[in-house]
């Protein structure tokens, strides 16, 4: 799991946190149309933001961090982006396999 913040807050991760989980993992291609660097970087907002202004008490999701729930949305989503987009694989939990 990368690197969180200062802190060593295993719970959530930072933007460069992320960043690097995504440089580690070799996941980003300039060559391909889904999988730009810039791809992951809306993907992390995209899913931070998706649970902001939310009616439910999130008391323990810190702000610009994934907790881990949002964390697992962004591996789902990066294996669709890598292969389901793509149309090497059509199924996602194949996708999530590989």
């Known amino acids: ?3 969180a913040c200062a802190q060593d807050d295993l719970g959530h991760i930072t933007p460069n946190g992320f960043s690097q989980w995504v440089g580690d993992c070799q996941l980003s291609d300039k ?3 889904y999988c730009k660097r810039t791809s992951f970087d809306q993907l992390f907002i995209a899913v931070d933001a998706s649970s902001a202004g939310g009616k439910t008490d999130e008391r323990y999701n ?3 961090m994934l907790n881990r729930q949002e964390f ?3 591996i789902v ?3 669709c982006m890598k292969y389901v987009e793509s149309g090497d694989i059509v199924d996602v ?3 999530l396999h590989r």
Do not use: D, I, T, V
Request: glycine share 0%; charged share 40%.
């Open 31 to 33: 060559k391909s149309q």
């Open 72 to 74: 697992l949305q962004c």
């Open 93 to 95: 939990s194949e996708a």
């Open 62 to 64: 810190k702000k610009k």
């Open 1 to 3: 799991m990368p690197r």
């Open 77 to 79: 989503k990066a294996a």
